[in-house]
């Protein structure tokens, strides 16, 4: 497998496991920015990808830090 199949198959994971282990936070997953610019014929690369990913596990960190008890 190539570098981005690992990336995708990584964030792949990563929002299967939100959205079975933390429902309440997978329903804004649709609401978190990506900014891919289309009108400039630019694909999704392994940056935008990365960088994707990175902050799912950002928002993920953060939300089981603040709703440790509740």
């Avoid at 981005?4 to 994971?13: G, M, V, Y």
């Avoid at 496991?17 to 694909?43: A, C, G, H, V, W």
């Avoid at 990808?49 to 440790?68: A, G």
Wanted: charged residues 25%.
């Amino acid at each position: 497998m190539n570098c981005l199949q690992n990336i995708e198959n990584d964030i792949l994971k990563l929002t299967a496991y939100i959205r079975n282990k933390y429902p309440e936070l997978y329903t804004f997953l649709d609401e978190t920015p990506i900014t891919i610019s289309f009108s400039n014929n630019q694909s999704i690369n392994k940056t935008m990808l990365k960088d994707y990913l990175e902050n799912l596990e950002i928002l993920l960190k953060r939300y089981t830090e603040t709703h440790k008890n509740k």
